[in-house]
């Protein structure tokens, strides 16, 4: 048989972070939000898109995926029957 045996502390252990540690984490936090900044793709405002440019993209990814351009070519001629 075997016996599981356990040990009580009566002090916590002491962790002390290393000098410089917390400054050094915060320059690499610091320097990845600088980098994800500069990477992060911002795509044009749907506001700024005219209906030719939303025509365009549907007509450009009708090959690759029609169900999408379906649905572009349907919500751009539902947006302009409300324009009209």
Not at 2 to 12: E, G
Not at 28 to 45: D, E, I, S
Not at 69 to 74: R, S, V
């Amino acid at each position: 048989m075997t016996a599981i045996t356990s040990k009580t502390f009566t002090y916590a252990p002491t962790f002390s972070i290393p000098r410089g540690a917390a400054a050094g984490a915060e320059l690499f936090l610091a320097a990845g939000r600088l980098l994800a900044g500069l990477f992060t793709y911002q795509p044009k405002a749907s506001a700024d898109m005219s209906p030719e440019d939303v025509r365009n993209l549907a007509l450009s990814v009708q090959n690759s995926d029609p169900g999408f351009a379906a649905d572009l070519l349907a919500a751009l001629a539902r947006h302009e029957s409300q324009q009209s």
